[in-house]
């Protein structure tokens, strides 16, 4: 598998982004995409991809379809030529969907959730993590936590149990991620969090959770504004 090394167009197209992204951090992108679908071409057995993945098979304008959610809404991707719906994803959206899919790693059940920084390589790209998530969900949320929840809703998102405020965010069938807000007080300020399944690189590459974290925040600071 060809890793990119790059944060998603997303936040560059739909959300400025403040800084820059270091230049140890790019591969080209169209590479990753071109190199990404190949290799599901080559080895995707539909039957098995959708056991394996939570995904339903599907028939689809003559193809052969593999239907699934993602951050809660219908998508679908298709062989042979692994076109994705809906077609307003960007490029790093696509290449997340691609290597969920063609991984054959299994999620264990029991794993407990974790910080990005602590996976494996996670404290290297934290500093850009954070900016590009967590940094942002606290600038939208962090004095009123209560109104996580309510943009939650918007999107489908239930809410958790964790911190003052949290939401269970339903990426891919097998990938989760929780949000959690802590309110300041005299002593600590406000803090937002994600959390991830501990095995979560057995299923996508640490750069695709990188994604995952620009991705929720952008569409958590859109629906707020709706």
């Excluded at 995707?44 to 993602?70: I, M, P, Q, T």
């Excluded at 239930?158 to 269970?168: M, N, P, Q, Y």
Aim: aromatic share 10%; hydrophobic share 35%.
């Amino acid at each position: 598998r060809l890793i990119y090394r790059s944060l998603p167009q997303i936040e560059n197209r739909r959300y400025p982004a403040s800084g820059g992204i270091p230049r140890t951090f790019m591969l080209n992108y169209d590479t990753s995409y071109r190199n990404a679908i190949k290799l599901l071409q080559e080895t995707a057995d539909l039957d098995k991809v959708s056991d394996r993945r939570g995904a339903e098979r599907v028939s689809h304008n003559d193809k052969d379809c593999l239907s699934f959610k993602y951050f809660g809404e219908a998508a679908m991707l298709c062989l042979p030529d692994c076109s994705i719906e809906p077609d307003s994803l960007d490029q790093g959206e696509l290449i997340l969907i691609l290597h969920y899919f063609e991984t054959e790693g299994s999620p264990d059940t029991t794993a407990p959730e974790v910080t990005f920084q602590s996976l494996p390589g996670g404290m290297f790209y934290y500093p850009t993590f954070r900016k590009r998530g967590p940094n942002r969900v606290l600038n939208d949320f962090g004095e009123n936590p209560e109104d996580l929840i309510k943009t939650g809703e918007k999107l489908n998102w239930k809410a958790g149990t964790l911190g003052d405020a949290s939401l269970i965010v339903p990426v891919l069938p097998e990938i989760f991620v929780t949000v959690v807000l802590h309110a300041g007080d005299e002593e600590f300020p406000s803090e937002a969090q994600f959390l991830f399944k501990k095995d979560i690189l057995s299923l996508i590459p640490l750069e695709d959770v990188a994604v995952i974290g620009t991705i929720l925040a952008t569409k958590l600071t859109i629906a707020k504004h709706q």
